[in-house]
């Protein structure tokens, strides 16, 4: 999912390349207008190295899930998943948590990216309520995601007694 979903957001890059006019909203206010503007080149300059950045910040995430050292790993439950047992188990839950995340974030760049070359060309660009909506979603979501992480996920079985069953199967 992760690689798929940079795939599309460089595919929107790449698509912005093209359909961009000179002159590209940049940043906008708390009320979705454009309140400043750029040139087509740095606009992509600028969202390429933002993407390589957060592409880069995941990535590196996942990969010290996967091989980084458990001290610095903060769990719920640390005694349970910190076991020999359960450490291997813990690494593809942290991985796989971490690719979920990422491309939660990715897709939410790619609406802002779709959105920014839809109303770059209107004398006034504005993003509209729909991207409050959006921008609302992705935070609950996250949230909620976390919420899950902590209650669920990441809770030791039952049985405090079994050290190599673990809770999300």
């Known amino acids: 999912m992760f690689t798929t979903t940079v795939a599309a957001l ?9 359909t961009l006019p000179e002159r590209v909203p940049q940043h906008y206010g708390l009320d979705g207008q454009a309140d400043a503007c750029t040139s087509r080149t740095a606009y992509l300059v600028g969202a390429s ?38 450490v291997d188990r813990l690494r593809r839950m942290a991985a796989d948590d971490v690719w979920r995340l ?24 504005s993003l509209g309520a729909w991207w409050d909506v959006l921008f609302v979603a992705y935070i609950a979501g996250a949230v909620t995601w976390c919420w899950y992480l ?3 996920r990441y809770a030791p079985p039952k049985s405090a007694t079994d050290r190599s069953a673990p809770a999300d199967q």
């Open 102 to 125: 990422g491309s939660a974030t990715l897709l939410l760049l790619i609406a802002l990216g779709v959105a920014t070359a839809v109303v770059a060309d209107d004398p006034t660009p």
């Open 150 to 152: 902590v209650k669920r």
């Open 10 to 18: 460089v595919a929107v890059l790449v698509w912005s390349a093209v």
């Open 49 to 86: 190295i933002f993407v390589a950045v957060m592409v880069t910040v995941f990535v590196g995430c996942a990969h010290l899930a996967l091989r980084g050292d458990l001290e610095w790993f903060d769990v719920p439950h640390a005694d349970y998943w910190k076991h020999p047992d359960n």
